[in-house]
Each structure stands twice: as C-alpha cells, then as structure tokens.
C-alpha cells in the first residue's frame, strides 16, 4: 500500500506562486507513475500533470490549460513529488490531489483517473482575483 499526504496549498493572488508537495510512504515510488488531478467546486476532477521515471530520466507531462505556468518534478529520494505552480490564475482554484499507480508498459503516461490506484486526501488552492 501506498500512502499519499500532500501540502502546500493556500490563498494566493492571481500572479503568485505556490508549490505543492505530496510526499509517499508505505512503499518506494521511484518507478511509480505520478499525477496531479484537480478538482473545483462543481466541477469534475480534472488532470493536470504526470511524470515517469524511466531508465533513469524523468519524463513530465502537463494539461494545456497549465503548460508554460506548472511544473511537476520528483525527488525520489525524498519519496515526493512536486507540483510547482506559477502565474497562478483565479481558474486554477481547486482541490489537488497526488496520485500514484505502477508504471505500464507502452504507455507514455497516466492522465485518467481510473489509471491510478492511490490517492491522498487533497490540499486546497485558492487564488483570488
């Protein structure tokens, strides 16, 4: 089993900056595929970034409503994975949520959310306008 606690939420500015950090236990993620997922309020969940670590090289992938302004790393190390947001708009308050599923074979990376087995519980991101 895998657990998944994220941090790093807040109220910010429209223009600011956070970084969202979802920290994993229970089991090492280094070969696991990650994500961020979002959630507003009346709306459905929706993908915003993953990553792949494979043969050493990490691979990121993010939604086009966010390319050019978040960024998803991993330390694998420290078993966490960041979601580092910039430009952050009014749009982009919502609920993150981390994500974790084991890597699969032929598949670039996971932006369903029924391609991942564990979920943390959320942090919440609000920007005011």
């Known amino acids: 089993q895998v657990q998944l606690v994220e941090s790093g939420g807040g109220l910010v500015q429209a223009g600011g900056s956070l970084r969202l950090s979802c920290a994993a236990s229970?089991?090492?993620?280094?070969?696991?595929?990650m994500g961020w997922f979002r959630q507003a309020p009346g709306k459905e969940r929706e993908f915003v970034a993953a990553?792949?670590?494979?043969?050493?090289?990490?691979?990121?992938y993010h939604a086009n409503s966010v390319k050019g302004r978040f960024t998803i790393s991993r330390d694998n190390a420290k078993n966490t994975v960041y979601l580092q947001m910039n430009s952050l708009k009014p749009e982009d308050t919502a609920v993150y949520h981390c994500?974790?599923?084991?890597?699969?074979?032929?598949?670039?990376?996971?932006?369903?959310?029924?391609?991942?087995?564990?979920w943390g519980q959320g942090t919440q991101v609000t920007v005011s306008s």
């Open positions: 994500a974790a599923t084991s890597p699969r074979r032929g598949r670039a990376y996971a932006s369903e959310e029924d391609e991942y087995d564990y």
């Open positions: 229970g089991r090492t993620v280094s070969t696991y595929d």
């Open positions: 990553t792949r670590w494979s043969g050493g090289t990490h691979y990121a």
